[in-house]
């Protein structure tokens, strides 16, 4: 099932993010893996034991988690409208996901998602106030460590 939906994602692997326009869909190069995906887990929940079929969701999610942020989210720089892009449609994978799990389960990569779309008047401020960052996250309801953050905010190509 992973190595099928990574399969369907090449193209969408090799995107250029910096230069995109303002989304106003799902990409179309990652729509038809997550209708795959969507698709093989609805077979595999009527085929599998429950039991069995949360640890293949659970691995399945992992692994497409961990996958999504080395080839595209810590791979490539962003702009606005990439980083609402790439929001867009991992929010539309994550979705697969909620007839089988809480939408907690992705925790931590929408709150990546939420820091790399903030406004670039947000982001600049973070930025300049690294130093007190740690409170500036806690008082954003953002629930990552600083080094992650710090990651994440210099995907982003238009903020200096």
Request: net charge positive.
């Amino acid at each position: 099932m992973v190595s099928r939906v990574n399969m369907l994602l090449g193209e969408y692997y090799k995107r250029s993010w910096q230069l995109a326009s303002a989304p106003y869909a799902i990409s179309p190069a990652c729509s038809g893996a997550f209708m795959e995906l969507q698709q093989s887990l609805r077979l595999a929940s009527h085929l599998l034991a429950p039991d069995l079929f949360v640890s293949v969701w659970s691995n399945v999610a992992s692994v497409l988690v961990a996958t999504l942020e080395r080839k595209v989210l810590y791979s490539n720089k962003f702009n606005r409208f990439g980083a609402q892009q790439l929001k867009l449609d991992l929010t539309s994978f994550c979705s697969v996901f909620y007839d089988y799990c809480a939408s907690g389960h992705f925790t931590k990569l929408n709150t990546k998602l939420r820091v790399l779309t903030e406004s670039g008047e947000t982001l600049r401020l973070w930025a300049r106030e690294e130093g007190k960052l740690e409170g500036l996250l806690e008082e954003a309801d953002i629930r990552l460590d600083v080094g992650e953050v710090c990651k994440v905010l210099a995907l982003r190509c238009d903020v200096k």
